[in-house]
C-alpha cells in the first residue's frame, strides 16, 4: 500500500538555524500538507499546496516557513530561523485530487528539537 | 471557526466489550467528518469518514460512526474491542462549505484496552 515517506524521523538543531523536513508524499497524489503537533497539543494545520503554489495557510505559517516542490517526488518545509516553540513533531499529508472530500494520507512526522 | 472537541482524554474498556470514543464538532456549514488513529512512532492513519449519506459509516478494522447532526457529534464505536485497538484516537473536521482543506482535529482520546 503506498505511504507517505518523511525524513528524518528526528532533527536536533540549534536556535537560529534553518531546517528542511523532508516529505515524499504518495505518487499520483495532487494535494500536500504540513501539520505539526507540539507535545501534548493539537494537531495543527500549516499549509497546503496544490499546482505548485500555497493554497492555504495558517496564522502559524508565518514567513519564517516556506514550502516547495523541487522535482516531482520531494515536497519540503523549510523554517529559516528556528525558534524554541518550534520544536513539535511535523506531520506531512497529501490527498488525491480534485473531489472535495478525499481524505488526507499522513506521514510518520518529524520530530523537531530546538535547543 | 471550525472546532472539535474529544471530552475524554482516555478511555478504557476490556477486551471483547463494546466501545465508543466521543467527538462533538462545531462548524459554520456542512462538515466532513473524519476519524483518524495514531500508534506509537506512526502517523495518523485514516480510518473512516462521513461526507454525505447514511448517518452510519463503517471504517477499517471493525470500526463505525454515527453521523448525529442535531447533536453535532460523530462518535467512533466497535461492537467488540481488541487489546489491539489500543491507541490514541482523533477526530477531525472539515467545513464543506469554504472551500478549505485545512483538518480541524480534536485533542485525541486514548483508548486502552484492558485484556
Known amino acids: 500500500e503506498p505511504e507517505v515517506t518523511q525524513t528524518p524521523s528526528h532533527q536536533v538543531t540549534q536556535m537560529g538555524q534553518e531546517v528542511i523536513l523532508r516529505c515524499v508524499p504518495i505518487?499520483?497524489?495532487?494535494?500536500f500538507y504540513w501539520y505539526r503537533q507540539i507535545l501534548g497539543q493539537k494537531v495543527e494545520f500549516l499549509v497546503s499546496f496544490y499546482n505548485n503554489e500555497i493554497s492555504e495557510k495558517s496564522e502559524i505559517f508565518d514567513d519564517q516557513f516556506s514550502v516547495e516542490r523541487p522535482d516531482g517526488s520531494n515536497f519540503t518545509l523549510k523554517i529559516r530561523s528556528t525558534k524554541l516553540e518550534d520544536s513539535a513533531m511535523y506531520f506531512c499529508?497529501?490527498?488525491?485530487?480534485?473531489?472535495?472530500?478525499?481524505?488526507?494520507?499522513f506521514g510518520p512526522g518529524t520530530r523537531l528539537t530546538v535547543t | 471557526a471550525q472546532s472539535v472537541a474529544q471530552p475524554e482524554d482516555q478511555v478504557n474498556v476490556a477486551e471483547g466489550n463494546p466501545l465508543t470514543v466521543k467527538c462533538t464538532y462545531s462548524?459554520?456549514?456542512?462538515?466532513?467528518l473524519f476519524w483518524y488513529v495514531q500508534y506509537p512512532n506512526r502517523g495518523l492513519q485514516f480510518l473512516l469518514k462521513y461526507i454525505t449519506g447514511d448517518n452510519l459509516v463503517k471504517g477499517s478494522y471493525g470500526f463505525e460512526a454515527e453521523f448525529n447532526k442535531s447533536q453535532t457529534s460523530f462518535h467512533l464505536k466497535k461492537p467488540s474491542a481488541l487489546v489491539s485497538d489500543s491507541a490514541l484516537y482523533f477526530c477531525?473536521?472539515?467545513?464543506?462549505?469554504?472551500?478549505?482543506?485545512?483538518?480541524?482535529f480534536g485533542s485525541g482520546t486514548r483508548l486502552q484496552v484492558q485484556p
Open positions: 499529508a497529501s490527498s488525491a485530487g480534485l473531489i472535495d472530500h478525499y481524505e488526507q494520507y
Open positions: 505518487s499520483n497524489h495532487l494535494y
Open positions: 462548524v459554520s456549514g456542512n462538515p466532513y
Open positions: 477531525a473536521v472539515r467545513d464543506m462549505g469554504k472551500g478549505r482543506r485545512a483538518l480541524t
